[in-house]
């Protein structure tokens, strides 16, 4: 059973920063990709950034050099340094994480991340 602790967000004002984490547990071979994605109310669930083991990265249009996503392979544990955050970043930020071996997707339970004044 893959099981996950997310942690690090919270309200922010415009331009502030945030760091998320997500530890993954209960795969015997751990993780290929790890990402994170986001949903904001009444729109549809959108990439973020995703990791591979080996460190190469793949970010959403929106980040534009804002995000920063990095992973530690032997926690089997996520990050996301967001900067310089807007309101629109608004939303619930879902770890996903990929099994090695059989390549089945997990996902988080979702942290909220509120960018206001």
């Known amino acids: 059973q893959v099981q996950f602790v997310e942690s690090g967000g919270g309200l922010v004002q415009p331009g502030g920063s945030l760091r998320l984490s997500c530890s993954a547990s209960g795969s015997a071979f751990g993780f290929t990709d790890m990402g994170w994605y986001r949903q904001a109310p009444g729109k549809q669930r959108e990439l973020v950034a995703t990791i591979t083991r080996t460190g190469s990265t793949v970010y959403g249009d929106f980040v534009k050099g804002r995000f920063t996503i990095s992973r530690d392979n032997a926690k089997n544990t996520v990050y996301l340094q967001m900067d310089s955050l807007k309101p629109e970043d608004t939303a619930v930020y879902y770890c996903?994480?990929?099994?090695?071996?059989?390549?089945?997707?997990?996902w988080g339970q979702g942290t909220q991340v509120t960018v206001s004044s």
């Open positions: 996903s994480a990929k099994r090695r071996i059989f390549s089945d997707n997990f």
